[in-house]
Nanobody, 126 residues
């Protein structure tokens, strides 16, 4: 069983930055693809970014390109999401999720991720 814990959310002004962390336990971290998803009130959960277990290949949805950076520290079992130039539209609960697979590519589909964290609130407002 994979356990995931997110941290790092909070209130930030437009244009500001936050770094989210996702700490995993209960499974070999090197065999996990990790995805970040978010859900705003009244909206569907959507993908933000993901990183593969092999070679740490990253993928970004259009909303995150050029502003967010995903990375992983396999020694610490942590995946980070550095978010810069934040906008009010980025306001949401951010979730990390794990897909137990050894792959050079990570899936964009939330249906492929079986294990989820509890989420961390990100609010971008002046």
């Amino acid at each position: 069983q994979v356990q995931l814990v997110e941290s790092g959310g909070g209130l930030v002004q437009p244009g500001g930055s936050l770094r989210l962390s996702c700490t995993a336990s209960g499974f070999d971290f090197n065999l996990l693809n990790i995805g970040w998803f978010r859900q705003a009130p009244g909206k569907e959960r959507e993908g933000v970014s993901c990183i593969s277990s092999e070679e740490s290949n990253a993928f970004y949805e259009d909303s995150a390109k050029g502003r967010f950076t995903i990375s992983r520290d396999n020694a610490k079992n942590i995946v980070y999401l550095q978010m810069n130039s934040l906008k009010p539209d980025d306001t949401a609960v951010y979730y990390c999720a794990a897909h137990r697979v050894s792959s050079q590519y990570c899936s964009r589909s939330k249906d492929d991720y079986r294990f989820w964290g509890q989420g961390t609130q990100v609010t971008v407002s002046s």
